[in-house]
Structures are given as structure tokens and as C-alpha cells.
């Protein structure tokens, strides 16, 4: 975590302390609520597609920062990031927290052990066969939820959340919740979920999409 220090958007450890059973870690206070929370709790049960496209925005540079750092997050869903929205428009701060499924990059090519949240997993993943580009998988899941209120893989049965994401169906296009959505909203959200993680858009290419550049607050 200690080298993920100089990033705004992720969760820092100001102290770190042990004795002979524990660790224990002083974290950075990040205020404001789940993701999670503040979208299941809005009026529209989603959020409007300049607030999402801020998120994103500084979604796509803490990932970007922790992939160049060589670190791999492997569970990014909205439970672990917290937000501080004003007015529901103005994203005050946002933070990455839990790291405790994250690991190094070169780690992977040891140990490609099956972690994650399964509505957000990459179809790769399944198979112990991914890199860094599984989150960015995640993330495209975390766009189609913002932006809808629903999960594009949801079921009540694991096994068939498992075949829709490795299968990778996306029907987008005739999604109701997202009939008032733009087209370059739902160009990106193409571009994430993705089967092949070759065929993934770049969280660099992510940042210059014509949705972020368009609806994100300029900073």
C-alpha cells in the first residue's frame, strides 16, 4: 500500500503498528458512503452521466496509477469505493479501499488463484489466466451499474453468473435502463466488457473517450 501513497483517489495508511498476534493498520478517513449505498439509495436508483463520468475519471487514474505501480487490485466493485458526493453533483472526493485481494502483477505469473467478487470478475479470470486487464473488466461492470441501477451478468444462481460472464453477452442495446443513455456512454461500456482482454480498451484510451472528455467536470 505504501507505494500507492501519492494517489488522491486511493486509500491510504498513515500508521502501521504490531504486536505478537496482529497487525494493525491507521488508515486515512474517507468520508462520505459506499458507492454501492449512494446509488441504491438515489431517487433514480441510478446516477445522472456527468457525476458517473467523474467517477470514472478518477476511477480510470487510481487504476491506471496502482497498474504502473505493478499492482493488480482484483476486487474493485462499489462496496470498496467510497465516495463524497455534494448536492448529487459534485464529487467532493473518492477513494479505493480494500486492498486485501490485490497483489503484484509478476505475482500472477506464480499464482493466478480465482479471487474477486463474481458480478465483477473478468471472463478470464475463471480460467487462472488474467492480468491487470481484469480490472478494467471491473470497471466497465462498475459504469453498467452506475449508470443503470442493474448488473449486465446478474442471477440469483452463481453458475449462471459464471456462464453470462464467460459467455459475454452484452444486450446493452436493448437493456431498458439504458434507452436514455448516450452513445458514447454505451461505447465505453462496449469497449470495457469485453471478452477478450486483447480487445479492451486501455485505461490510457479510457481517459481521452469522448464520454469522459465531454461529461467529466474539467479539474
Given at each position: 500500500m505504501t507505494v500507492?501513497?501519492?494517489?488522491p483517489?486511493i ?11 496482529n ?6 478517513l ?9 446509488v441504491?439509495?438515489s ?7 456527468s ?6 475519471r478518477?476511477l ?15 476486487d ?10 455534494q448536492?448529487e ?12 485481494y490485490a497483489?503484484?502483477?509478476?505475482e500472477?505469473?506464480k499464482?493466478?488463484?480465482?479471487l474477486?467478487t463474481?458480478n465483477?470478475?473478468?471472463?478470464e479470470?475463471?480460467?487462472?489466466n ?10 466497465g461492470?462498475?459504469l ?7 448488473l449486465?451478468f ?8 459464471i456462464r ?7 444486450n ?5 435502463a439504458?434507452?436514455?443513455k448516450?452513445?458514447e456512454?454505451?461505447?465505453l461500456i462496449?469497449q470495457?466488457?469485453?471478452?477478450n482482454p486483447?480487445?479492451r480498451?486501455?485505461?490510457q ?11 467529466a467536470?474539467?479539474?
Amino acid at each position: 500500500m505504501t507505494v500507492l501513497s501519492n494517489n488522491p483517489y486511493i486509500i491510504k495508511i498513515k500508521e502501521e503498528f504490531e504486536d505478537f498476534e496482529n497487525i494493525y493498520y491507521v488508515m486515512e478517513l474517507a468520508t462520505g458512503t459506499n458507492l454501492l449505498t449512494y446509488v441504491t439509495r438515489s431517487d433514480k436508483g441510478f446516477l445522472n452521466e456527468s457525476i458517473a463520468a467523474n467517477i470514472m475519471r478518477d476511477l480510470f487514474e487510481a487504476t491506471d496509477y496502482m497498474h504502473r505501480a505493478g499492482i493488480i487490485h482484483r476486487d474493485l466493485k462499489p462496496e470498496n469505493i467510497m465516495v463524497d458526493i455534494q448536492n448529487e453533483k459534485d464529487l467532493k472526493s473518492l477513494k479505493i479501499i480494500d486492498f486485501g485481494y490485490a497483489t503484484y502483477i509478476q505475482e500472477l505469473k506464480k499464482s493466478k488463484i480465482c479471487l474477486g467478487t463474481l458480478n465483477y470478475m473478468a471472463p478470464e479470470a475463471f480460467t487462472d489466466n488474467y492480468d491487470q486487464r481484469a480490472d478494467i473488466f471491473a470497471l466497465g461492470v462498475i459504469l453498467y451499474f452506475i449508470l443503470s441501477g442493474t448488473l449486465p451478468f446478474q442471477s440469483d444462481i452463481n453458475e449462471v453468473v459464471i456462464r453470462n460472464t464467460i459467455n459475454c453477452h452484452l444486450n446493452i442495446n436493448t437493456d431498458e435502463a439504458f434507452q436514455s443513455k448516450s452513445e458514447e456512454a454505451k461505447d465505453l461500456i462496449r469497449q470495457m466488457i469485453v471478452k477478450n482482454p486483447k480487445e479492451r480498451i486501455s485505461l490510457q484510451d479510457a481517459l481521452l473517450h469522448p464520454w469522459i472528455l465531454a461529461k467529466a467536470k474539467k479539474t
